[in-house]
């Protein structure tokens, strides 16, 4: 079976640009969450989607976006990049069975911010 | 305010000695305890989950176990594939990650 899958792996952008990340879960999972590591640091949650449905917002600024179309594929926009978004964006899905919300995550993408 | 603190950062360790890493957690309505390993370049791998204080789970060489206020994950005779980041999570409302305690364990 397929994992998480992730596009593009790495991408080089300019200050000000916009970019849109792309996430596929694994089949079967109806929750997608978007995740951004610094390097050296653990894991932030941005949002947490389900069922097309926002379920969960961490603390990022408006020029964070995402949506979850029917087919539970997701999107991360980031509007007039910083140098400081520079980071791995991680997407992760999850059954959310039973209260059981184990994380399986993809392998990211590299957004480095020039 | 929730958090998970991480320790070491560091540890480097000879093959087949044993040792503990340390996640420390204050986060309210704990729903569960996640480690995870993270392998540079990639995507966090899922390890365990424990929900209870007392819960302890193994596997291979690595042994997770629980209490109120912490979570250890027990490294037992480590081989150099071993070596990676060690990512502990608590789960609340959302997920809470620690910074991670990079292990590298040397031949």
């Known amino acids: 079976d397929a994992g998480v899958t992730q596009s593009p792996t790495h991408l080089i952008k300019t200050r000000g640009q916009h970019v849109t990340l792309r996430c596929s879960p694994i089949s079967g999972h109806k929750s997608v969450s978007w995740y951004q590591q610094v390097l050296g640091q653990g894991p932030q949650f941005i949002f947490q989607?389900?069922?097309?449905?926002?379920?969960g917002r961490g603390n990022f600024p408006d020029r964070f976006s995402a949506r979850q179309f029917p087919n539970y594929s997701s999107e991360l926009n980031v509007n007039a990049l910083l140098l400081g978004d520079s980071a791995l964006y991680l997407c992760?899905?999850?059954?959310?069975?039973?209260?059981?919300?184990?994380?399986?995550f993809g392998s990211g993408t590299q957004l480095s911010v020039l | 305010e929730d958090q998970v603190t991480q320790s070491p950062e560091a540890l480097r360790l000879q093959e087949g000695e044993s040792s503990s890493l340390n996640c420390s957690y204050t986060v309210s309505g704990l729903r569960g305890l996640f480690w995870y390993r993270q392998d540079p370049g990639k995507g966090p791998e899922f390890l365990f989950t424990?929900?209870?204080a007392g819960e302890e789970k193994e596997k291979e060489r690595l042994k997770a176990t629980l209490t109120k206020k912490e979570s250890f994950l027990h490294i037992t005779a480590p081989k150099p594939e071993d070596s990676a980041t060690y990512l502990c999570?608590?789960?609340?409302?959302?997920?809470?990650f620690g910074t991670g305690t990079s292990l590298t364990v040397i031949p």
């Open positions: 424990l929900y209870s």
């Open positions: 989607y389900y069922e097309k449905e926002e379920r």
């Open positions: 992760a899905s999850s059954l959310v069975q039973g209260g059981d919300e184990k994380l399986f």
């Open positions: 999570a608590a789960y609340g409302n959302q997920f809470y």
